[in-house]
C-alpha cells in the first residue's frame, strides 16, 4: 500500500447526505466529566427516557475500573501491589485490545510507561517537577514491557486479575481507555434501538447515523497541531458515519526544561523512555471502533515517522492522516489512500 502526500488541491469539499428530521424524534443531549477528562453524548430518539443515568453508570463502571486519577481504582490498587485485585470484563477488553496493538506496534504501544509519564510529570502521580535524569530513566525502564503482564481468570464468573512477572510496574490505560469508554457508551444507546448519534470523550470520537438536526453527517473537527496555546484552530474535517476517530497531538501536553530550555512532551517513548518532540506533530485515526482508533494514535506519536508508513502497509484495517514538520520547516501531511473518503472540506 502506498502512502500518499497530501496536498491541497486534492482535497475537494464532499457533499453530505441529506435528512430530514422526524417530528417525533428528540435531541438529547448529556455532557460532564469521565477519567480525568470530559465528555458529551449527543443522540437522537423518539423515546423521552432519561439515559443519563445509564451513562453515569458506566462512566463510574470504567473510573473505578481503570481511572489513575481515582485514588482507589482498581488499576491504582493494583499498581500499589496489592494482592488478588479482581476486575471486570470491561478492564480485559481494554487489556486485550491493548496487548494487541502492543504487539503490532512492537511495542511502541505500552501501557506500562506509566511509571516514566508519571516522573516526567504528565501522570495522575506525576508529582515530580524537575525532568528525570538519564539514570533515572534507564532505572524506570526496567518496568516497562507489556509482555511482563498477563490475565487470568478469576474464580468468580467474569472477573480476572492482572498477572505480572516483575513488581513495580506502573499500568496506565489513559491512552486507550477513553476510546473503549465511548464504544461502551455507543453500544448502550444502540441497545435503547438508537441509531443516530455521537458520543465524546476527551476528543475520541464515535458517529453513528445521520446528525438529525442539521441533516446532515456528523462533522468533526481536526485540530491545527501548530495552533498557539489558548487558541483552537481546525486544520480540516471529516463526515463520519458509523465509525470512529481518534487524535493524539503534543501541542497541547508539553513542559519546558528551565535548566536547559529542552521541550519534553506527554508522549513518552516506551522503547527509550525519552519524551523529546519527534517530526510528528499529530495524528488521527479512523477505525472501526473507538478503542483501536486511541491505541494506534497513541502509538504512531511514540514511533519514527518512516516506520508507520511501514506499519500502516500492514495495517488495512485502519485510516491515517499524519502531520508533521518538513526539513523545510514547513507543515506536511500524510494520509493512506481511505482517508480522503472521510475528508469534508479542505486543509486550510
Partial sequence: MKFYLVLVSLFVILSCKEATQDLSTTTQDIY?????TTYSVKYFSDSTVDLEPKVDSL????NQSMSTWVP???????????DSVA????????????????RKTDGYFDPTVGNLVNAYGFGADGKQEKIPEPYQIDSLLQYVGFYKLDMVPAATPDEFYVASSHSGIYLDFNAIAKGTLVDYIARMLENQGITDYLVEVGGEVTASGINLEKGQDWSVGID???????????????????????????YRKFKIDEASGQEYVHTVNPLTGKAVPSEVLGVNVIADNCTLADGYATAFMAMPLEKSRRLLANL????????????????????????????????L
Avoid: H, W
Fill in 72 to 82: 482507589d481504582s482498581r488499576i491504582n490498587q493494583i499498581n500499589a501491589g496489592k
Fill in 316 to 347: 488495512p484495517e485502519i485510516e491515517v492522516l499524519i502531520m508533521y514538520m518538513g526539513t523545510d520547516g514547513e507543515l506536511k501531511f500524510e494520509t493512506t489512500p481511505g482517508f480522503n473518503q472521510y475528508v469534508k472540506q479542505p486543509i
Fill in 224 to 250: 491545527d497541531p501548530t495552533q498557539t496555546a489558548g487558541n483552537r484552530e481546525l486544520i480540516t474535517a471529516v463526515k463520519l458515519k458509523d465509525k470512529a476517530m481518534a487524535g493524539s497531538g503534543n
Fill in 59 to 62: 462512566i463510574d463502571l470504567f
Fill in 32 to 36: 460532564g466529566n469521565a477519567i480525568g
Fill in 87 to 102: 476486575v471486570g470484563p470491561e478492564f480485559k477488553e481494554v487489556f486485550d485490545y491493548a496487548q494487541e496493538i502492543y
